[in-house]
């Protein structure tokens, strides 16, 4: 087979101003994809576009801010139907016959609901809470509640002592709707799980540690932690199930529902492989389905082989991906007894995805969260379950319209690491990562701190918690349980009926 | 039927908007007063409502039949009486019917017909349910099926009176400084609409059960799914209507204590639950996780009552006003002091009660046993 001269160009154009650069070689040493270089001889800085990601590291520490990287105004003759990014494709598809893959969620222009929702504010007739001066409430009980409370009264007289004689039910307190994401040791790395990790045990929140297994030294967090197993099973054995706080089982991803788990070889390393219970080196490929659940039944039969495992202490939480009939999906899964559901939207981010299925599989959260609470609700089996989503928050006013469709509290991954440096460059599945989070090359993992970390991560849960506060009280609410499932508090400009209809939501000035 | 949702809400607002007056006493040892106390009470607190809706409940004003259901009725024809009446007639074994007395008064006006009936259920026909399941179904059916016909008070040796129009004009209207009760309630409305129907002033109520309410409900949506799911229907779109369903479901079928109820209605913060002793602290977390959907939050200051029984109860952080006087064996509730100092001039003691903290009244046994024969709800 002849080499094969590549059709495509370079996606980005790197500008490099002369007269501000001082050959420092910082843009050579903070590139991982090999695009800066320097000649000594001709005192020069070279660069290999066609190598560049657009991950924006060397501009950002390039120290006399020489550098421009931005999108190549290069474009083919304009076509509708034939964009830039289909050509690219085709052509990458023509030089490699294989599946192209991406990494981070969904970037197309699919119906972002949150941008068409938009929320109440208390005018006269109530008044609105400065949460500053008066308390304001986000604790959320993560689990299934019992239907009632039942009372022992030790005597007959009406206001005599009485004790609750309900048995409850596991259940995790956060003190901030807000979750770190399933995101596996192995596809982020060893600082970035504990970045994540130490931000939720400081924080009082949870983070999930994917389908990567759970390395020794993170047990300490674990009244903090939430264990997925998946279909591959990686690094589950009993200690690691009961260490955590909430076992997840992991069913579907937003990102790629229909498919398991992809972590390239190049990411298993000697600490990876030891973590996953996998040889170094192999691709770890989780089975699309969970091989000992095809049906209904099954799940129920994992959920309590868990709880069993668990000494009925834990919740256990199953995840899906957003799917057609999430909803009634989600009715089996509270009546097969998980004690919490957890559902990924269409924008969910992933490590390692087919871009095709990435870009065509799913529905947006909005639409399922909306619906899969309401069909809880008509059931009367709402509060068997606690409802949690995922799936491209971006900020606070998202995750508190989620609450106002139902939630009990939302996952981020995206947000969580462009707060510790990601810029979305989609090339996580390279295991390359300039920034030091979806990489295991030791070089790259050193430039992630996970002190300097962790206090970005809780600065952003402390910035949105303050956020929600802000909000709650302007609609004269001070308890975050008041505003779930609270679509009064809604109104959608933009949207079809139907689509209003699927929201449970009136349009504005109605 | 009497589309109630379109008479009450001709809007279709997401729920109405009340601001209002409330005033409320009671005798621990069951002394009786006559209506003329409440009427001055609320007169003095004229301003406070806007003519839209005033009412009052009163307990223990029917000690001749403490053991029949007594139902007022409002009628919008004739047909609708006979109707309703036939269907009474297929229900209860004992009934005697008349007109609630009257006298006519300049700010009364558009009087649907006003009937009363002492009830016993056919007790053949309870299947298992018991007297008051068996009556509230039958209320819920008369209002939402019998066009024309609404219940509204159907208790025990309790009666609900009210209507569309100051609440002084809506006590002498019905004459009720001809009754004697223990435990009076009363309530003057300002909605933010022009909806006037008879059936939308305050107290609501279900069986004995009444409720008063001045205050908003931000927390309405959540109220409402929940009590959804429990078999509730929202059919009035008033947040007073979440308070008397929560109240209802709580007490009644989920046979909480008053003092419990009131903290599932106005929890104590969290921060205050991490300081308490262990057993307070399970109790009031069990509280919270479990019934967290039936929390009433923004501002309201309410007035429950049932059979011996009064509670006033304000939301946790006080946004709407609610003074407490106490007098020998009498407890007085106003949204001000004011009318309490007019009928009582010389108390023992007032005070504001602070947020979320009860202020619960009972009889005495001997008077209990007197005005309601039938006993004291008991936990299951």
Known sequence: MSVMKTHLWPEFIIERNDDRCIRCEVCVNQCSFEVHSFDATFNEVFAEDMNCVGCQRCQVFCPTHALTIRPNPT??????????????????????????????GNDKPISIYWDHLLLNASQVTNPSIDPLREPMELRTYLGRKPDRVMFHRDSELPGGPVVPVTQMTPLVPIETPIIFSAMSYGAISYNAQKSLMQAAAAFGTLANTGEGGWPREFRKFHDNVIVQVASGRFGVDLE??????????????????????????????????????????????????????YSIEDLGMLIHALKEATRYEKPISVKIAAVHNAPAIASGMVRAGADIIVLDGIRGGTGAA?????????????????????????????????????????????????????????????????????????????????????????????????????????????????????????????????????????????????????????GAGF | MWDIGKKQNPYSDDKLHDACGIFAMMSRSGRTFAGDIPITAMENMHDRGNGLGGGFAAY????????????????????????????????????????????????????????????????????????????????????????????????????????????????RFFKLDEYEAYCWTAHSRFPTNTTAWWGGAHPFSVLDWTVVHNGEISSYGTNRNYLEMQGYFCTMHTDTEV???????????????????CKVMAPPLWKDIDQMAQADRDLYTTLRVIYGPLLMNGPFSIVMAHQGEMVALGDRIRLRPLVAAERDDVIYIASEEAPIRLVEPTLDRVWIPKGGEPVIVRLDDAAMAKAHPEGRQVLK
């Open chain 1, 75 to 104: 474009q083919p003759r304009p076509n509708a139907n034939w964009r830039v990014e289909h050509l690219f494709d085709l052509k990458k598809q023509a030089e490699s016959g294989g599946i192209v893959l991406t990494g981070m």
């Open chain 1, 240 to 293: 690691y199930l009961n260490d955590a706080k909430i076992v997840e089982i992991k069913l579907g991803q937003g990102a790629k529902p229909g498919i398991g788990g992809h972590l390239p070889g190049e990411k298993v390393t000697a600490d990876v492989s030891q973590t996953r219970m996998i040889p170094e080196g192999s691709d770890a490929l989780s089975p699309a389905p969970q091989h000992d659940i």
């Open chain 1, 354 to 506: 087919p871009k095709i299925i990435r870009d065509n599989v799913g529905i947006p959260i909005e639409l399922a969260l909306a619906q899969v609470d309401e069909r809880l609700r008509k059931e009367g089996i709402r509060q068997q379950a606690s409802l949690l989503v995922a799936g491209g928050f971006r900020n606070s006013g998202d995750v508190i319209k989620a609450i106002a469709l139902g939630a009990d509290a939302v996952y981020i991954g995206t947000a969580a690491f462009v707060a510790i440096g990601c810029t979305l460059c989609q090339k996580c599945y390279t295991g390359k990562c300039a920034w030091g989070i979806t990489t295991n090359r030791p070089d790259l993992v050193k430039r992630l701190n996970p002190d300097q970390c962790t206090e970005r991560l809780t600065n952003l849960l402390r910035a949105w918690s303050r956020e929600i506060k802000e909000m709650l009280g302007g609609m004269g609410i001070n308890s975050l349980e008041s505003l779930r499932g609270n679509r009064l508090h809604l109104r959608a400009v933009g949207l079809n009926q139907w689509e209003m209809d699927a929201l449970g939501v009136k």
């Open chain 2, 60 to 171: 223990g004003i029917y000690p001749d039949w403490p053991e029949l259901f007594a139902f007022h009725l409002m009628f919008e024809t004739k047909e609708a009486k006979a109707e309703t009446e036939k269907y009474l007639h297929q229900h209860f074994s004992s009934m005697d019917g008349e007109e609630i007395p009257t006298r006519p008064h300049p700010g009364i006006t558009s009087a649907p017909i006003l009937f009363r009936y002492f009830l016993r259920p056919n007790h053949h026909l309870l299947e298992g349910l018991s007297e008051d399941d068996f009556v509230v179904q039958r209320v819920m059916h008369i209002n939402l099926k019998i066009d024309g016909a609404f219940v509204f008070s159907s208790g025990r040796n309790m009666g609900v009176f009210k209507a569309v129009g100051h609440t002084e004009d809506v006590g």
């Open chain 2, 243 to 261: 308070i008397a369903y929560a109240m209802d479901l709580l007490a009644r079928r989920h046979g909480l204590p008053i003092e419990m109820v």
